[in-house]
């Protein structure tokens, strides 16, 4: 079951200058930075009440950040909901009829299981599940 939004994520060319910018909207610093090697990113966190907001810069031109920011630029890439049980959510939703990117979870950043659900099946939105590793 989706429990709630758990990020947002924002695709960025420059993390240093996109962590200096939202630090300045947001009026406080990031408080993790991690490379995901796995995805080609590197990423950023703020933490705004319960929700988080991800920022995201490509590590290699073939990463689905460089693409999407080649193909649309900078600005909202997904959004990622908070799961008790990825892989039961994974079923439920395929059954629903959702297309899943990848059919088993995989580890991402911020100590979370992630898959993502493709965007023609869900109104163009790319939905992130997240589960917390245990």
Do not use: W
Request: net charge negative.
């Amino acid at each position: 079951m989706i429990k709630k939004i758990e990020h947002i994520g924002i695709a960025v060319k420059n993390l240093q200058n996109s962590n200096e910018l939202f630090k300045k909207l947001f009026g406080q610093d990031h408080y993790k930075v991690e490379r995901v090697e796995s995805e080609g990113v590197s990423t950023s966190f703020f933490m705004l009440g319960e929700t988080k907001i991800e920022l995201l810069e490509a590590t290699n031109e073939n990463s689905a950040i460089s693409k999407f920011i080649e193909k649309k630029g900078e600005g909202i890439h997904h959004i990622a909901y908070e799961v008790d049980n990825i892989e039961n959510e994974m079923q439920r939703l395929k059954k629903e009829g959702f297309e899943l990117i990848h059919q088993q979870p995989k580890d991402g950043a911020d100590n979370k299981k992630i898959c993502f659900l493709h965007p023609k099946s869900t109104n163009g939105v790319l939905v992130e599940l997240c589960e917390e590793k245990k």
